[in-house]
DNA sequence: TATAATGTTTGAAC
DNA sequence: AGTTCAAACATTAT
């Protein structure tokens, strides 16, 4: 799951706050009991992390490919990651669901919520990113994956990014000009918006990717290469014709 | 029906 | 000792 839908799930579950875990289950291996009796403070996420802050103890989670979440309805037939049951203002007590999710418990003090480097924060910083882009000698399909960087991108986003900027993805992030870098950066951050926008009205992602999984370019209906680019080997589309290798 | 994939972490192998 | 890489996780669309 990329960021766009991460950042769905943090505004699904924020009405949560305020509201207390009275009961817990499941095969997560995590100390699942130290949140028990908890206040959920907040819910934050960046990039691709989710993070229910409670009193004393923070639960990240992280979807990978398959996680998903769900509230009073469980999957049948199969045990949760991980069960929170919260009690919601003395009414019906809400039972929140996490499946196939990576999670680990933190401190809260040592949490790093800077959201600096996700791209679909506010707080975005354009420049900071311009100068990685520039001193990085990697392909930029491996630094546009690197959370690091740009936290919330995965391999959809970038494959749509590079196209809608017209960079070949295996172009050396460092020899690719200033100006076609600023596109690139606001070509991903301007992509996860659309993503983000398309999920918030549960309009299927498909109409909107112009090279992801598809067989032509959109732009000169030449045939896509398909690739598995860089040291991420993640599967990669491009129009040879219409997108440009720095090198 | 088999395959591949919106991803990261871990730990073995080199 | 640093790096590289496969495995594990286990679902769902094609």
């Known amino acids: ?143 546009l994956l690197d959370q690091e960087i740009f936290a919330g991108i995965g391999n959809i986003i970038k494959n749509e990014a590079l196209f809608l900027a017209k960079v070949h993805p295996e172009s050396i992030s460092s020899k690719i000009p200033d100006d076609v870098a600023r596109d690139l950066i606001d070509k991903s951050v301007y992509f996860s918006q659309v993503f983000l926008e398309h999920r918030k009205k549960g309009w299927p992602l498909k109409k909107v990717l112009l090279v992801y999984n598809r067989k032509f370019c959109p732009l000169c209906d030449s045939k896509l290469k398909v690739r598995y680019v860089g040291k991420s080997r993640r599967k990669t589309f491009f129009c040879e014709k219409c997108q440009r290798l720095y090198l």
Not at 32 to 57: A, C, H, M, P, R
């Open 1 to 143: 799951m990329e960021g766009p839908g991460v950042q769905l799930i943090k505004e699904k579950l924020s009405y949560l706050k305020g509201s207390f875990v009275f009961e817990v289950s499941g095969n997560s291996k995590i100390d699942k009991e130290k949140l028990l009796g908890k206040e959920l403070l907040s819910v934050d996420s960046v990039g691709k992390q989710l993070f229910l802050i409670f009193e004393g103890v923070a639960l990240r989670v992280h979807f990978g490919m398959y996680g998903s979440f769900r509230i009073n309805n469980p999957k049948p037939d199969k045990v949760p990651r991980l069960l929170l049951r919260f009690n919601k203002d003395g009414k019906r007590p809400v039972d929140l669901y996490f499946y196939n999710t990576s999670l680990r418990l933190v401190d809260p003090r040592e949490l790093n919520l800077d959201n600096s480097v996700d791209v679909l924060s506010e707080n975005f910083d354009r420049e900071k990113a311009l100068e990685k882009i520039k001193s990085d000698e990697r392909v930029i399909s491996d630094v």
